[in-house]
C-alpha cells in the first residue's frame, strides 16, 4: 500500500514540474536600429584619345 502511495505521488509530482512554453505577443512594438553607412567611390576611365580632346591645350573650351 505504501508504495502504490509513492509511486501516485511521484508520478504526480513529476506532472506538476513539468516546463511549459508560452507564445505571447509583445506590448510594445518591435524596434529595429539599423544604422547604416553606404560610401562608394567611382572610378571613371578614359582612353588616351579622349583625354587628348578635353585637354586644354586642344581648343575645345
Same mark, same amino acid.
Given at each position: 500500500?505504501? +508504495?502504490? @502511495? @509513492? /509511486?501516485?505521488?511521484?508520478?504526480?509530482? @513529476?506532472? =506538476?514540474?513539468?516546463? =511549459? *512554453?508560452? *507564445? $505571447?505577443?509583445? #506590448? !510594445?512594438?518591435? +524596434?529595429?536600429? @539599423?544604422? *547604416? !553607412? /553606404? $560610401?562608394? %567611390?567611382?572610378? *571613371? !576611365?578614359? #582612353? !588616351? $584619345?579622349? %583625354? #587628348?580632346?578635353?585637354?586644354?591645350? =586642344?581648343?575645345?573650351?
Amino acid at each position: 500500500m505504501q +508504495t502504490q @502511495l @509513492l /509511486i501516485i505521488m511521484m508520478g504526480l509530482f @513529476l506532472i =506538476s514540474c513539468s516546463p =511549459s *512554453v508560452r *507564445v $505571447e505577443a509583445p #506590448d !510594445k512594438p518591435i +524596434t529595429i536600429n @539599423l544604422n *547604416v !553607412k /553606404i $560610401e562608394h %567611390e567611382i572610378h *571613371v !576611365k578614359v #582612353d !588616351k $584619345e579622349l %583625354e #587628348d580632346v578635353f585637354s586644354a591645350d =586642344s581648343g575645345l573650351f
